[in-house]
Structure formats: structure tokens, C-alpha cells
């Protein structure tokens, strides 16, 4: 929703993937390799099926309430794929999942009442910036020597998606992922045409870099796995070294797919 209109078009779901496929594999086969190389596996004992049993029956067959939100959860996704085929914007398929999920949990005033409903309205006002910017003209009000001023210090086309990789990652010490990846596709989207690259290419990336991090506390995801392995999944040590290692295969990655893009025409 951040990129101009043309490249939303473009950008369908199914060329999306396909762009963005050949990185994806390098991260993850880089990952795995790294993993191993850094962490060698020992042996590993298997694990008590009694423990599994208890969390079984703690946990209990899925309510109808629990298949209710996953089926609207599946039907969401397929309204973001197909609704553009059919013009429907991807705002209203959610804002009709989440009818449909307050109705499927017979949620009250005091559920929503704890949602976060600072970061979901700062959140459409910065998506609703982009058009606002690009209807003003101010993209090229600021693209254009913004651009200008990188050419002269020799940042263009490839060398300028790679700078935006770093940049992301160093926004990213200081800056959650959610608002470094909105913060930073706002500011660098606009300049992509002005250095000769296409805007996807600022957006993947802000997202590839976007999930760094250094410190523990940068990343919610690592706080939940580690709190819910009660420690035994992996060490702060191992975790640091991985992260360290994302940084080097993810940069790897995208310079290397830089060629791919550009048969695609986006570079």
C-alpha cells in the first residue's frame, strides 16, 4: 500500500513471490549452513510422549469458537490474494475479517477495549500518508534532489538497494520493526525512481533487514520462544551469534540477487 499505484499493480501476489522466491531460498539455505556451522547439533535424546500427552489434554479439542477464527483467518488471506482480481481493497477484506472474528468470539466492549488501538491508528494514518504525498507531489519535491545529492556520492541503482539494507538494520537498533519498516518505506520508497530502481526493490529490502535485530529485547518473537522453551531451545549466546549471521547471509542474498532482478526489469 506504500508503493505508487503502477507498482501495486504490478506486484500482484504470484509476482511477488516469484521476485522475491530466489532471495528467500539463499536466506534460508545461508541460515541453515550458518546454523550448523556456529552451533554444531549433538546428540539429541528423544522426547518423553508423556509430557506431549499432558499438553494434548490440557490443551483439549479445538473449540467451535477456535475453528471459527481459523476459517476466517483462511478466507482473509484468500480475500488479500484475489480481491484485487475483483477491485476489492485489501482494507475492507480485513475490516470484514474483523467483523466477522468479534462476532465468531462474541467478543464484548472490554476485549476491544484491549487492543491497541494507538498503534492500529498510527498505523493507517501512515499508510494513508503515501497517497497523500504522491497527490501533493511531494515525492518528487523531495525524490528528486534527494537523488541527486546520492549520485553525487555514488549511490545508485544496486548499490542503493544494498544501502537501504544497512540503513535498516541500523534503524533497527533504536526503532521497533513495526515502525522502522512503515518509517523507513515512507521516506525511501519516494527516491527508488529517482536513483533507477523500482520501489519494490526499497520495500523487500526494508522487510529482509526489517526482523534484524542485536539486543534480546528488540524482537518479541525471540522473548516468546525463548519463555515458552523455559530456556532449554537455545542459549542468549547461540541466539547473538545467529542474529549476527542473518546479517551477513541477508546482505549476501540481496546482493546476489541483484542480477536476477535485474532480468525482471526492476533494476
Known amino acids: 500500500s506504500l508503493m505508487p499505484i503502477p507498482a501495486q499493480e504490478r506486484f500482484t501476489w504470484l509476482f511477488w513471490l516469484v521476485s522475491a522466491a530466489p532471495l528467500g531460498v539463499m536466506i534460508a539455505v545461508g541460515m541453515f549452513v550458518a ?23 490440557v490443551l483439549g479439542p479445538p473449540s467451535r469458537g ?21 477491485l476489492i481493497h485489501p482494507g475492507l477484506v480485513a475490516l470484514l475479517a474483523f467483523i ?22 498510527f498505523y493507517g494514518v501512515a499508510l494513508s500518508l503515501s497517497g497523500l504525498v504522491e497527490g501533493l507531489r511531494l515525492d518528487r519535491i523531495v525524490a528528486e534532489p534527494a537523488g ?38 515512507l521516506g525511501l520508497i519516494p527516491i527508488a525512481g529517482a536513483v533507477g530502481v523500482h520501489p519494490w526493490l526499497v520495500v523487500i529490502a526494508i522487510l529482509t533487514l ?38 551477513v547471509v541477508a546482505f549476501t542474498a540481496l546482493a546476489l540477487s541483484l542480477p536476477y532482478w535485474h532480468l525482471l526489469g526492476l533494476v
Open 66 to 86: 477456535e475453528l471459527a477464527v481459523a476459517v476466517i483467518v483462511g478466507l482473509t488471506l484468500v480475500g488479500w490474494i484475489v480481491g484485487p482480481v475483483f
Open 210 to 247: 526489517g526482523l534484524s535485530w542485536h539486543v534480546v529485547a528488540q524482537t518479541p518473537e525471540y522473548l516468546v520462544a525463548q519463555v515458552a522453551s523455559e530456556g532449554r531451545l537455545y542459549s542468549h549466546g547461540q541466539a547473538r551469534r545467529a542474529a549476527f549471521a542473518y546479517l
Open 100 to 121: 466477522a472474528v468479534t462476532v465468531a468470539t462474541r467478543s464484548r466492549a472490554s476485549d476491544l477495549a484491549r487492543l491497541d488501538w494507538g498503534y492500529l491508528i
Open 148 to 185: 541527486a545529492r546520492l549520485a553525487e556520492v555514488g549511490i545508485t541503482g544496486p548499490v542503493f538497494v544494498l544501502f537501504v539494507g544497512l540503513l535498516t538494520a541500523l534503524v533497527r537498533s533504536v526503532l521497533p520493526a513495526d515502525q522502522a519498516v512503515i518509517l523507513l518505506s
Open 35 to 57: 546454523l550448523h556451522v556456529l552451533n554444531r547439533p549433538g546428540p539429541v535424546a528423544s522426547p518423553r510422549r508423556e509430557r506431549l500427552r499432558l499438553q494434548h489434554s
